[in-house]
């Protein structure tokens, strides 16, 4: 039965496809109030953003996401790299205050970089918190680090995001 955080489960198949399944969030949830986009490595990043730009976002999840393009190896050495810099998720944590934010990433992905996503999450708390004199605020920013081989999910990655959006009121 429903949840009480942005995301439950239908009460009812009508409307939906494939087996009673909301086409629009996987794993047969359907978004309640706002949204939450969710990614892995790129698409990570790309939810990061797109979080950002539409306010009617309360939710983010990223599974081992690209936080700073200019870690990805395909980007070093290229002449566009204050393009990349501009996509840096570091930029986008002005406009994720207020936003749940849920990543996910092993402890040592040299190829997205584990410490520019600490340095991310970091941001996103640091705004979070300059925007309230509320010494108490509880800020819905998580960051699960864990051991993994390379860039691959961390163990039960897709099982603790969906948790933690159900979560989210």
């Given at each position: 039965?429903?949840?009480?955080?942005?995301?439950?489960?239908?009460?009812?198949?009508?409307?939906?496809?494939?087996?009673?399944?909301?086409?629009?969030?996987?794993?047969?949830?359907r978004v309640r109030a706002?949204?939450?986009?969710?990614?892995?490595?790129r698409g990570g990043c790309l939810a990061v953003?797109?979080?950002?730009?539409?306010?009617?976002?309360?939710a983010v999840a990223g599974v081992s996401p690209v936080t700073n393009w200019l870690a990805l190896s395909e980007f070093s050495g290229s002449k566009d790299q204050e393009k990349a810099e501009q996509l840096?998720?570091?930029?986008?944590?002005p406009k994720l205050a207020g936003c749940a934010v849920w990543l996910s990433i092993g402890n040592h992905d040299d190829?997205?970089?584990t410490d520019d996503a600490i340095d991310f999450i970091?941001?996103?708390v640091r705004e979070a918190a300059s925007k309230s004199n509320d010494p108490n605020l509880v800020i819905p920013v998580e960051l699960v680090?864990?051991?993994?081989a390379g860039h691959t999910k961390i163990d039960q990655a897709h099982e603790l995001r969906a948790d933690a959006l159900v979560k989210q009121d």
């Open positions: 039965r429903g949840g009480s955080g942005p995301l439950q489960r239908p009460r009812s198949r009508r409307g939906t496809r494939r087996g009673g399944r909301c086409p629009r969030v996987q794993g047969g949830y706002g949204s939450a986009a969710v990614g892995a490595s953003h797109f979080a950002a730009a539409d306010r009617r976002g309360r840096s998720l570091a930029n986008q944590a190829r997205v970089s970091r941001a996103v680090v864990a051991p993994t």
